[in-house]
């Protein structure tokens, strides 16, 4: 990156008369001159629901700011009321970035914009902008069930929930990704911006702009309206904002026929978890309590079960599922059971047997697993005696396991959960398996901080990549401990008899998957289980966004690494494994086939593929409210994404308004001689980008 003091920008004063050569304010080369883009960041954008919007954004040509930087509080006040040149763009320490803070940001024109530096470490207090009753009315609890559990009256589950991802701010809001951008910005803030004996620096001064203009406004109602309108009379229409969505993972122990219905009186076991998370910065969704720890731990209970003899004889067959945008409103859960009601998916709500659901377990006091029940159902003699079973058939399955499980109690709502929209359908016995008994331990929930560190994931120094990746941590361990006690609880509660103790997660996949959606996912083992045609997705970060594009990388791998734990490897020619309906063994109403890249061969760029066959499939996880065009949806899920044309940050250097002022006189004489001095060079940069023309450095 080039530094702002490799070339003359300190512009000297201008003089009146100055001629410019034709045409010296443009080229690209100028402009490269004069600004430093800033390519690690992630802004915060637009989101909206039935009744109003969130986020932040830009005006539509960006918005400029002077550089302040702010590592404590004392340092706004030079932001908010001493600083002589505003409106000014903050650097802001992590650690201040609350909702105190932004308040108090919020609610000046002194600020044009605001980079956020990472803190490092997490802040010790906790961060999380999210709710602290997240999902609040879109779960079972209302006035009409339960109210006096409704909008946790009962329970906060997320006390140290600031709120502040679901506020609207009117100025752009943009994280810095990496240390060496925000050290570059800091260095020149402090060659320019410092202020000397409390007296405002001289120009030229550093300055910061940043580009997030949002497409859509106020509500997804007014937003998809004009969308509609747009596309039924305009050729070219507009689409200015569009439904958060993506699909639920699932599959089945025992297979099923994915175009029919399975039969009324067969029983299926659900386990389920989420695989989504959020921050209040766009895709920027690491999650990994609040997600990862329950998926692969989920994951891991299905590779074990699968491994066990007599799955095929179960009475009952277990299905798998993996839900996307649970985080906004329950989309996935509230999809799935509105397509088990509308006949529109291979299970019917009475097909249900019980319900087992994993939701934040990596962070256990004292090896304690936390078992929620819903009180409201359970008055009900015939799910209580259910639920009795359900519960008894947990604590039995975890007797020597490094688990202990206890119930949070009877007069204990059910956290925020999928379960909640199965049971806003139909009493189901059911569970919710958590780390916490009332409040999260999860400090940082749905925010940039829920890391791998979070969950004290350690790695010894100096391990490769691969090492790294077969490392077996504590954190694995100890997931693996509760994906065999949910393993073996499943394969009673499916009718098994047999003793259970072969039933064993293996801590080594449980790594492996930690490693891959938590640290790198473009990492040897993904790379092996993947269809050839989207190794594109196997970016470095993982994140875990719901988005608006779909699948996202997550729903992709999940569904892979289900597929290769669950599956099975089927000798099948690449022609054959692609098109199973030519094949009249493939039984293709029952399994899906992946033809896969497989592993490399050693000493060889070249790899060995395969085919493999699975019960794997994927489901729409898109609200039932754009199915139904009812945008202004209270039963359902209605968080869109605004539309945006551009996202980038830069820095340079700005010239005083005297120097301006100069300028626009110099281009009115200019004009007035037939010299061209283009309308750009009046703008705030102008001065210096013109100078450096003028000076040969285009």
Known sequence: MAALGA???????????????????????????????????APCVRLLNATHQIGCQSSISGDTGVIHVVEKEEDLNWVLADGPHP??????????????????LKGT??????????????????????LKCPNDGFGVYSKDYGP?????????????????????????IFLLEDANETQVIKQCYQ???????????EYPLCAMQLFSHMHAVTSTVTC?????????FSINPEVVCDPLLDYNVWS????????????????VVIVATRIDSHSFFWNIAPGAESAVSSFVTHLAAAEALHKASDVHLLQRNIMFTFFQGETFDYIGSSRMVYDMEKDKFPLRLDNIHSFVELNQVALRNDSILWMHTDPVSRMNESVEVQVRKLLDILSNSSVGANVTLQEAGYSQPLP????????????????????????????????????????????????????????????????????????????????????????????????????????????????????????????DVPQHYVAVSSPVNTTYLVQYVLANLTGMVVNLTKEECLNPEKTPSSEKELYEYAWVQGSLEPNSTARVPYCVRSTVRLSKALSPAFELRQWGSTEYSTWTESRWKEIRARIFLVASKELEVSLYMSEKEGSEKNILVPWRCTRVVAACECLAAAWGLS
């Open 7 to 41: 070339f003359p920008l300190v512009c000297p004063p201008l003089r009146r008369g100055c001629v410019f050569p034709p045409g010296s304010c443009q080229g690209n080369s100028v402009e490269r001159k004069i600004y430093i883009p800033l390519n690690k960041t």
């Open 87 to 104: 409106p000014y763009m903050i650097l802001l320490d992590g650690n201040l970035f609350n909702r105190r803070v932004m308040l108090q």
């Open 109 to 130: 024109s002194r600020v044009s914009g605001l980079a956020v530096a990472i803190a490092k470490p997490s802040p010790p207090q906790g961060f999380s902008p999210g």
């Open 148 to 172: 006096q559990f409704a909008h946790c009256n009962k329970t906060v589950w997320n006390p140290v929930g600031s709120g502040l991802s679901y506020e609207d701010f009117d100025f752009p």
């Open 191 to 201: 060659d320019h911006n410092i202020p000397r004996d409390g007296s405002g620096p």
């Open 224 to 232: 998809m309206r004009r969308s509609s309108l747009q596309s039924t």
């Open 252 to 267: 089945t122990l025992q297979p099923i026929n994915s175009s029919g219905k399975v039969d009324a009186e067969k029983e």
């Open 416 to 539: 925020p959960s999928s379960f909640q929209r199965f049971l806003r359908a139909r009493h189901i016995p059911g569970v919710v398996l958590t780390d916490h008994r009332t409040a999260f331990q999860n400090r940082y929930y749905q925010s940039m901080y829920d890391t791998p560190e979070n969950i004290r994931m350690q790695y010894p120094e100096g391990l490769s990549p691969e090492e790294t990746l077969e490392y077996v941590t504590d954190t694995a361990k100890s997931l693996a401990e509760v994906a065999t006690v949910v393993a073996r609880a499943l394969y009673r509660l499916a009718g098994g008899a047999n003793n259970t103790s072969a039933i064993q997660a293996d801590p080594k996949t449980v790594s492996r998957m930690l490693y891959g959606f938590l640290i790198k996912m473009n990492n040897s083992w993904f790379q092996s289980i993947i269809k050839p045609d989207i190794k594109g997705i196997l970016g």
